[in-house]
């Protein structure tokens, strides 16, 4: 199906826009808390983060922030300038990991993504990434999930290293939607987690939330449609590519709107 036959029973499709990390891979356990805790390490700092602690640590977006945000319930002795400073250094040292991680490491797409892909990219699809994470560890992780180069899928790479403000802000989205040349009545987000949900929502966009082990007890109020996956699980044996989520609907969730977003509860400075 073309991007001009979907647009003849439903509005006009012409873009999708994608969270990174826990909607396109599954990369919060396998790739970000073992570097946050090798990071801990290499800086001599008596930390560890389990999966529970984790968990919670993922309601504040941003890995510096999350760092920051731990600092301050548990470096109480430090001045704020030392705190920045302290997050600042791990924060580094966590990239330097997660590089490391991912060429001995490669992603996997989750299950559904690749069937999507696929489907959007036959339709003539415009496709974007808006995510928290910086744009070089999105480049290096997806071209090793795809197993080519990122560029030969998608349009537009906005990490937050490249806006002012970071999510729950929309700041990621608008700018994806200016460089693939899209407005959101013609868009539709897909994210993982509450705090994706309000930045897109913020943005003006429908959104789709396919959440995961991680966000699946978060308030998802105001998408569009809540998933726990965009396909099957896939086993070494039987890769499952095709996704339970078509364009088809996509284009009618489109046709439905966006309601107004509720207040999120994130700070909006």
Known sequence: MTASELSADYPPLRGLLFDFDGTLVDSELELHLPAFNQAFSDTALPWRWGIPLYTRLLEVPGGRERIRAYADQH?????????????GQVHAAKNIRVQQRLTERPLRL????AGLLGEAGRAGLRLGIASTASFSTIESA????????????FDAIIGSD???RGKPQPDVYLRALTELGLSTVETVAIEDSQVGLAAARAAGLVTVVAHNALTCDQNFEGAALVLESLGPPSTPTQPRE????????????L??????????????T
């Open 75 to 87: 470096c109480p002795q430090m001045s704020v300038a030392q705190r920045d400073a302290l997050a």
């Open 110 to 113: 989750r299950p559904g993504i």
């Open 142 to 153: 997806m071209n090793g999930a795809l197993g080519r180069s990122v560029w030969e899928v």
């Open 162 to 164: 490249q806006v002012a």
């Open 242 to 253: 095709s996704s339970t989520l078509d364009l088809e609907h996509l284009a009618a969730l």
């Open 255 to 268: 046709r439905q709107g966006v309601s107004p977003a509720p207040a999120s509860g994130f700070p909006t």
